[in-house]
T-cell receptor, first 112, second 112 residues
Framework: DAGITQSPRHKVTETGTPVTLRCHQT?????MYWYRQDPGHGLRLIHY???????DKGEVSDGYSVSRSKTEDFLLTLESATSSQTSVYFC???????????FGEGSRLTVL | RKEVEQDPGPFNVPEGATVAFNCTYS??????FFWYRQDCRKEPKLLMS???SGNEDGRFTAQLNRASQYISLLIRDSKLSDSATYLC?????????????FGTGTRLQVTL
């Protein structure tokens, strides 16, 4: 399996608090992604990165920011969490940016 | 109309049966197609890419029909371990995975 880990795996927080999710890879893949998965929706892209300090928005980026200061780490930040951001968040990596992604185990976030 | 549509199921089949899922997509310019498998409360994992000529991997066969804009997945000799949700993924005509669209999945339950 690809070396990709997410932390924390579970988090419960309150509305208005900041939250940071971390994705760490040991594969040296160029591309990294953050998705969220909600019932009734397919996986939806939040942000992605195509290199260190190179990031771009996905289809559901409002309320989220990302940073990638090293190849191996991709951080997702919710500046002020809302209940609508309760979800399962998946990080994924890709060597060439095509459709073959390797996913982390997911981070389950609950915003009360 | 959703960009990628799948029958959510569940498909309940006995062990040893053959089962097929279809997935329709709306963008005729879509370039690449994939099937992912997702076990309950786990991360998605790439099952197979779908090539224009169709492809087979053991008990799994994937087909692409560009004229009718659908892809299919056929599972022969179903095993209990095949029970999962199968996600159809379509990639648009750009060079990054930012254009991946995930279906909501078809749930398969294989029973004794």
């Amino acid at each position: 399996d690809a070396g990709i880990t997410q932390s924390p795996r579970h988090k419960v927080t309150e509305t208005g608090t900041p939250v940071t999710l971390r994705c760490h890879q040991t594969e040296n893949h160029r591309y990294m992604y953050w998705y969220r998965q909600d019932p009734g929706h397919g996986l939806r892209l939040i942000h992605y990165s195509y290199g260190v300090k190179d990031t771009d928005k996905g289809e559901v980026s409002d309320g989220y920011s990302v940073s990638r200061s090293k190849t191996e780490d991709f951080l997702l930040t919710l500046e002020s969490a809302t209940s609508s951001q309760t979800s399962v968040y998946f990080c994924a990596i890709s060597e060439q940016g095509g459709g073959e992604l390797f996913f982390g185990e997911g981070s389950r976030l609950t915003v009360l | 109309r959703k960009e990628v549509e799948q029958d959510p199921g569940p498909f309940n089949v006995p062990e040893g049966a053959t089962v097929a899922f279809n997935c329709t997509y709306s963008n005729s310019a879509s370039q690449s197609f994939f099937w992912y498998r997702q076990d309950c409360r786990k991360e998605p994992k790439l099952l197979m890419s779908v090539y224009s000529s169709g492809n087979e991997d053991g008990r799994f066969t994937a087909q692409l029909n560009r004229a009718s804009q659908y892809i299919s997945l056929l599972i022969r000799d179903s095993k209990l371990s095949d029970s999962a949700t199968y996600l159809c993924v379509v990639r648009g005509n750009t060079g990054t995975a930012s254009k991946l669209t995930f279906g909501t999945g078809t749930r398969l339950q294989v029973t004794l």
